[in-house]
């Protein structure tokens, strides 16, 4: 897929995504959103970068820490993510805490730099992964963490027939390497590459439980990378997708409610000295 063409498909998918996202993603990712923070161990008055930030989450836990004297900017290719995610720093009064729409493939002259660089399940979306990781590298300090996370393995991931149900339908092309960076060491590979030292990473097991099928196909078609694709279908394709993606999970049904697995990597790195 065209990259042009991608960060299209991506910055305009999440414009239309932003509500659902936030109704149905925040608080089953917030196990793997702690995971991060914690690694990165955000100090008071520290300097906070935040990229693919989607509404705000982990750049408005930072800015918790980071307190009056520190700050946190967070950015997004998605407009409409990036006015979420000031509406929720406003509404809470977080005056040292800032959005800015921004391709995180590339780097962004701030005039600062940070010593604590972040991204939360956003590398799988860009079309060079690789090249954002270095270009969050390049904007920390001497020994400023860079702490990343990304979906893992696609058979340890029980939601990931979406991409094949959907592209069976119209050519989306929707994230076409969506799993690559969590496959083997491939996330290493990356921070290593980006010139970071200590380089570590850990696999973490997560469940993403909805309460009825109705609320499983609204996170995973409204809330989620397909939505875009999903807006453009007529009703019976519509009717097909989520009959399709609910044969695909069934055996994580409990009931009427879905417990459906997932994986999620999460990287940590630290720019030498």
Known sequence: MDARLQRRVQ?????RAVGHYEEHWLHRLWPATEQVLERAAIAPGERVLDVA??????AVAAASRVGR???VVGTDISAKMVE???ATASALGLANCRFERSDAEQ???????????????????????????AALAEQLVPN??????????RDRCGWA???PIVDAHVESEVCPLFFRMGMGDSLRHGLDAAGLKDVAT????????????????DAIFLGGPVALAYAHFDAASRAAVRADYLRSVEPFRRGEAYEIPGEIVIGYGVVPA
């Open 11 to 15: 910055r305009y998918g999440w414009d």
């Open 53 to 58: 930030c989607g509404t705000g989450v982990l």
């Open 69 to 71: 004297s520190g700050m």
């Open 84 to 86: 979420a995610a000031r």
């Open 107 to 133: 780097p962004l002259e701030f005039g600062i730099k940070f010593q604590v660089g972040l991204c939360g399940l956003g590398l799988m979306y860009m079309p060079d992964s690789e090249r954002a990781i």
């Open 144 to 153: 400023g963490r860079a702490v990343v996370s990304v979906w893992g393995r």
């Open 161 to 163: 027939d979406i991409f």
């Open 202 to 217: 850990e696999r973490l097991p997560i469940t993403l439980r909805y309460e009825s099928a109705g609320e499983a196909c």
